[in-house]
């Protein structure tokens, strides 16, 4: 199972980023699909040999994609420019929330409509649609019933702080993963620390996603700078830890897998 971790990780510079990606064994990432240097973040990774699997869509107000009125539409329009993106770049795979937030507006017509748009859209580009895990199952539930081309992402972090680990989302949905956000947190905030850095117990994660048809990456979506937690951690020191938390789950799976 491969390696990877998100752009962006740890602020510095992206040749900073790919080169200690590339001594410390990473080969896989994704990149925010609204990130203002993703090209040079693609091409950088491309020539050291790194694998974009996938984007992940802009995120900042997708309650207005449920709404009436110009925000949706924009967030819409934001949405189709991430497939159009991932389309260009050969990248086969978006990553898309569905909501924000505690208390999000009702699942309407009109997010339907705009969400029917988009993935048509897709279609017509090669594009498949990951949708991650969040806070509600009832949302996710019923848009995995409504699109049965769309696809899954897991989050564990989302799944520890968001649900306290009490939904089974791979249980329900594992079947259609095809994409990993891996990262720790304490449970009541989403901290995107390193894995085995908090209170998640991957153990029984790493079982159930063994039991999935999931090919990809071991792939940590960290960032260094969400915890007071790594302020005296250097760069260096943050990578290699980064991916001895990686390669660690990345056996776990293996173990399951095989059988013993």
């Not at 989050?155 to 994409?179: Q, W, Y």
């Not at 947190?185 to 894995?195: G, M, S």
Request: with cysteine; net charge negative.
């Amino acid at each position: 199972m491969k390696r990877g971790i998100n752009m962006n990780a740890y602020p510095i510079s992206i040749e900073e980023q790919v080169a200690l990606m590339v001594k410390n064994g990473f080969h896989a990432t994704f990149s925010m699909a609204d990130s203002p240097t993703l090209d040079e973040e693609i091409r950088a990774c491309r020539a050291a040999g790194i694998v974009h699997e996938n984007l992940h869509a802009p995120f900042r107000n997708i309650n207005s994609i449920w709404l009436e009125g110009r925000e949706g539409d924009e967030m819409l329009a934001s949405l189709i420019k991430a497939v159009d993106d991932a389309s260009a770049y050969g990248i086969p795979t978006l990553v898309i929330h569905l909501s924000s937030g505690k208390t999000p507006p009702r699942v309407s017509n009109s997010g339907f409509s705009r969400f029917d748009t988009l993935f048509s859209h897709a279609k017509e580009k090669g594009v498949t649609l990951a949708i991650e895990n969040q806070r509600f199952l009832g949302i996710l539930a019923l848009f995995m019933d409504y699109y049965p081309e769309a696809k899954f992402c897991f989050d564990t972090g989302h799944n520890a702080c968001f649900t306290k680990s009490e939904i089974p989302f791979l249980e329900l949905f594992g079947n259609r993963m095809v994409a990993l956000h891996t990262h720790d947190n304490n449970t009541d905030a989403d901290e995107h620390r390193l894995p085995l850095d908090a209170d998640i117990d991957f153990t029984p994660l790493m079982a159930e996603i063994a039991d999935t048809p999931y090919s990809g990456a071991l792939m940590l979506e960290v960032i260094s700078t969400h915890s007071p937690y790594y302020a005296d951690t250097t760069a260096d020191e943050y990578y290699a830890r980064a991916a001895a938390a990686a390669q660690r789950l990345a056996d776990l799976v293996a173990y399951h897998r095989t059988d013993y």
